[in-house]
């Protein structure tokens, strides 16, 4: 594995740097050949059967963890959280006594299926580094269903990942909410009614792609952040003609401008942070969060003040010089400024074990003499990434009404040594660690070889 | 005593000795630089400093073998990355020693002392017989335990910088390896001649021929970065055909040769993360291979073999093996004292009286996610584990 063994862990925002990996993207809302509305992938809710959780451990992201507590669930969603709850006929009951539930895991920045594995020419496929403006192009456009690694995040309890393109780009492309349900398209997998997002990107990848390795703007900071002014100036005056072809790249940022679409912004540094925050007020608008954001501790009270989220690794540093004041306290920092924090993998290794990056991180701020309860640091990879996405109102916690998005654990889902047993996704079971059956991936059929 | 140091007596601690199974409420005592004595019933000697080590955990100072930590400061700036010469400079350099550049002072090292690290098998980058790896102790100074301690050679990657192997690799990896353990036979039997000028000429330099004719005399191990199952078994009958003694780096599918590498009883560092099918010589990679491997009697070794920066997550890599079936102890084991014996440091990585007194402390379980590395001492003396990060949290945390 040369790549996987040496390198292992640049993918995504670092891996860039090399590759020269992706941007985000974003489309129009309703261009004229706008795609019909998405649908559950899994089987409409209505034919989920209902479901109780018996006995567990329940953390439900949005109050204090619950003792031998039950989940019931129907038409796909949380009906109830609490203890004794009642079997209806036709109810299936499984015991899940000693075992943990939480949340559905979230995470708020993938590169599976645009970046998936094997690493190939052709699986290649989340950076369009071929101008630094790409507000028209989508991830899910590029999203190969077949990802193996989509199988290992939904066994560490991952139900829901946000895939951008890129950050090689200024603005790289339209990201996209997904549900990790078996399917043949990005578009079966959408989580209904998730906002659109734009990744857009600050710092050293947009300057080693255009300027240092094609001597092209931007080569700076300061271009950087000229051309993106320009860019939402003349998108803030756009005006589709009718009668005349719609301008879709122009017609995303005219978008953006109006807040209609959620910005992600990867961004390390604290400087260029308020850069952006500047210029984005410029505009009447700020982006929805910071990605990879290291710094963010260092501006925690500017980000809270602006309510603009941050997303986050546990222990990411040092790859990159704007990764060099990274610090492992920064998710607990940031938490107790009341700025809403996630956790993400931008790997496909790392996202098989988000809860262990929420458990490394809860431990740097204890570490560090910062209380961190475990039910906030349970929110870094649910509820708050939820938020962040946008996707709140349905996924993210265990509340009634919510999207039956759930996983029993083994045991402390803060435990190196916990398993996601089973996994649902609106209530259907779309995981089960002791029938583990055929690869998912018809790519790996065949190839996992005999034990 | 024999120095004028005072001995430490950490009492009360579960102790993992890096062999076998944990002793619950024991002493450890320091002498200088060793370890004098470890037990239940050991008493602390007269006039020794006591630390109260109840409730906590010891273990032997975790080895990261086959890292880079020490060679670089930040991975993506070239002007801070030592030891990764270009494949095109000379892909066979064997008289390269990364000990000549390892960097104490480099960014990486505290980060990794932080997670419990205090030795490293450092191996020099690039090239396809990279260069010779250094053990060495994370310390400021005298940092140096053995200049050359294996000698790494690339299969699967050329090593350094990410990025498409040179076309057809393997084959003219193997290619050139045989012919360089070829070159080398031919030296060993024929150096008076080599000397002056009477033999063929060969294909690497005296230098080259000098480190290589430590490796057929079984004296200098080699690691052998290669993941693919076939690949395994060339690995296999080259070190067969030339007497070498080698160590399987990398090996994602390992696994399938189980019972060939426990009867040649050839060692596999293998890496927890490195689960997927991230490319056409690891497609069955699998979570439990060290599981696999142990069960069929082969030495395994753990390790983070990502960039150094991860290095601190060598103890959650074994407990993500733990999670997969490994035993604990041989997770410990195969942080410890497997590879001190491996590469023959033979005073490391255990806690026995007269070993070297690397030790950490920490408060829980050291392959936990929730837990972390409270003090150390290498070589007997307590040595900071506060880095940069802490330093900057400290500063911004009281704004």
Not at chain 1, 267 to 292: I, K, S
Not at chain 1, 305 to 325: Q, S
Not at chain 2, 191 to 205: D, T
Not at chain 2, 298 to 317: K, Y
Request: aromatic share 6%; proline share 7%; hydrophobic share 45%.
């Amino acid at each position: 594995m040369s790549r996987g063994v040496t390198f292992r862990g640049l993918t995504g925002a670092v891996l860039l740097a090399w590759a020269a990996f992706g941007c985000a993207v974003f489309a129009s809302q309703d261009p004229p050949q706008a795609p019909p509305p998405a649908k559950s992938a899994v089987a409409p809710a209505a034919a989920a059967a209902p479901l109780l959780l018996r006995g567990a451990t329940v953390m439900t992201a949005a109050g204090p963890t619950l003792e031998r507590a039950d989940v019931r669930v129907e038409n796909g969603r949380i009906s109830r959280v609490g203890a004794n709850l009642a079997a209806e006929p036709g109810v299936a009951v499984i015991d899940v006594a000693g075992r943990w539930i939480t949340p559905g895991i979230i995470d708020p920045h993938s590169h599976l299926g645009v970046y998936a594995v094997p690493a190939t020419n052709s699986t290649a496929d989340g950076n369009e580094m071929t101008g630094p403006f790409k507000p028209d192009i989508r991830a899910e456009d590029s999203f190969w269903p077949q990802d193996p690694a989509i199988e290992r995040a939904l066994a560490g309890g991952v139900t829901t990942i946000h895939v951008l393109p890129g950050s090689a780009n200024l603005v790289g492309g339209q990201g996209v909410s997904l549900r990790l349900v078996p399917a043949l398209s990005a578009r079966e997998m959408r989580v209904p009614d998730a906002p659109p997002t734009m990744k857009m990107a600050c710092g050293e990848n947009p300057m080693r792609i255009y300027g240092a390795a094609k001597g092209a703007e931007p080569q700076t900071r300061m271009a950087e952040v000229a051309m993106l002014r320009q860019k939402l100036e003349n998108a803030r005056a756009y005006k589709p003609e009718s009668g005349k072809a719609l301008e879709f790249s122009t017609d995303a940022l005219a978008r953006v401008v109006r807040g209609e679409i959620l910005v992600q912004n990867h961004c390390y540094r604290a400087d260029e942070m308020l850069v952006r925050l500047d210029l984005f007020a410029e505009f009447g608008t700020a982006p929805r969060a910071f990605h990879h954001a290291v710094e963010a501790y260092k501006i925690r009270d500017r980000l809270a003040r602006a309510g603009v989220g941050a997303v986050v690794w546990a222990d990411w540093a040092g790859l990159k010089m704007e990764l060099v004041d990274a610090v492992p306290a920064n998710a607990a920092l940031l938490d107790q400024a009341g700025v809403r924090v996630a956790l993400h993998s931008d790997s496909p290794y790392d996202i098989q074990r988000l809860n262990q990056e929420a458990a490394k991180a809860m431990a740097a701020g204890r570490k560090a003499g910062i209380p961190v309860g475990r039910e906030a640091a349970l929110r870094w990879i649910t509820a708050n990434p939820a938020w962040i996405l946008g996707i709140d109102a349905r996924t993210g916690t265990l509340e009634p009404g919510k999207d039956a998005d759930l996983v029993v654990w083994s045991g402390d889902p803060f435990s190196v040594y916990a398993h996601a047993e089973q996994v649902y996704i609106e209530g259907r079971r779309v995981y089960d660690r002791a029938h583990p059956g055929a690869p998912r991936s018809d790519f790996e059929l065949g190839l996992r070889g005999a034990k | 005593m024999k120095s004028l140091v005072l001995a430490i007596a950490l009492v009360g601690a579960t102790v993992y000795t890096g062999e076998g199974p944990p002793l619950h409420g024991a002493t450890v005592v320091i002498d200088a630089n060793r370890i004098q004595g470890v037990g239940t019933k050991l008493r602390a000697p007269e006039g020794a400093k006591r630390i109260d080590a109840s409730g906590m955990v010891i273990t032997p100072g975790l080895v990261a073998v086959a890292t880079r930590v020490g060679t670089l400061d930040i991975e993506l700036e070239p002007t801070s990355v030592e030891a990764t010469l270009p494949f095109s400079a000379d892909p066979v350099r064997a008289a390269l020693r990364a000990a000549d550049t390892y960097n104490p002072a480099s960014f990486t090292v505290p980060i990794a002392r932080a997670g419990g690290i205090t030795s490293a098998l450092v191996v020099p980058g690039g090239g396809q017989i990279s260069g010779q790896a250094a053990w060495v102790d994370l310390t400021d100074k005298d940092w140096l335990r053995r200049g050359s301690a294996a000698l790494r050679v690339a299969i699967d990657a050329p090593g350094g910088p990410p990025g498409p192997p040179p076309a057809g690799v393997r084959s003219a990896a193997f290619l050139r390896l045989r012919e360089t353990l070829a070159d080398a036979r031919l030296y060993r039997a024929n150096r008076g001649p080599f000397l002056s000028n009477k033999l063929r000429e060969l294909s690497i330099s005296a230098a080259d021929l000098e480190v290589l004719d430590r490796a057929l005399a079984r004296e200098l191990i080699v690691l052998v970065e290669v993941n693919r199952a076939s690949d395994i078994r060339t690995v296999v009958e080259i070190a067969s055909d030339y007497g070498i003694r080698v160590v399987i780096v990398g090996g994602a599918e390992a696994w399938q040769h189980a019972a060939l590498l426990a009867r040649e009883q050839i060692p596999v560092v293998l890496d927890p993360f490195d689960d997927l099918p991230a490319n056409f010589s690891a497609l069955s990679s699998r979570p439990d291979a060290a599981a696999i491997l142990r069960k069929a009697g082969v030495r395994v070794m753990l390790a983070d073999l990502g960039s150094p920066h991860f290095a601190h997550r060598l103890r959650q890599a074994a407990g993500n093996a733990v999670a997969a079936g490994l035993p604990y102890d041989a997770a410990i084991a195969s942080l410890t004292s497997v590879p001190a014996q491996v590469f023959g440091i033979a005073d490391a990585g255990s806690i026995r009286a007269g070993a070297v007194a690397n030790l950490v402390l920490w408060n829980g379980d050291p392959l936990e996610v929730t837990t972390w590395a409270e003090r150390m001492w290498i070589r007997g003396q307590e040595i900071s584990l506060e880095t940069r990060q802490d330093l900057l949290t400290e500063r911004y945390k009281q704004r």
